[in-house]
């Protein structure tokens, strides 16, 4: 059964609202995609939604790990290994996680080298990672399983 007390409980619940919002927000000002590769605005505040998303996603995997007390991080990406060997996520999802990283880390570190085509193909069709993901958390929460 999952170790989380009401409080850290609550935390990662506020993350998850903070995901829903970002991801609204997302829908909202997300334009077509002629308009995506030539609006520098428009890019700019969908690239820093998404990543203030999936920062939100990370935060909520470390939350998980330490509460739970399942195991030791060496780094970002050994927290989707330790949730996935833990069980808490599927290995299939770990891996697509670890992508979501990898792009949130293109976004902050070399926004000039960020591909219009593959962002927005990002932004239109990776988002269900973040529902996959929020459901399988809250089910470990729920069961600690």
Known sequence: MSKLQKSEKERILKKFDDIHTYLNELEEILPEEEEYASNLVKKRACQKTIELAIESLIDICFMVITSEKL???????????????????????????????????????????????????????????????????????ANGK
């Open 71 to 141: 195991g030791v991080v060496e780094d970002e990406e050994h927290i989707f290994n330790i949730l996935a060997t833990k069980k808490v996520l599927t290995p299939k999802l770990a891996i697509r996680l670890k992508s979501m990283k990898g792009f949130r880390n293109i976004l902050v570190h070399r926004y000039g080298d960020v591909n219009d085509e593959l962002t927005y193909d990002f932004l239109t069709h990776n988002l269900e990672d973040f529902s996959d993901f929020e459901q399988q958390i809250l089910k470990f929460i």
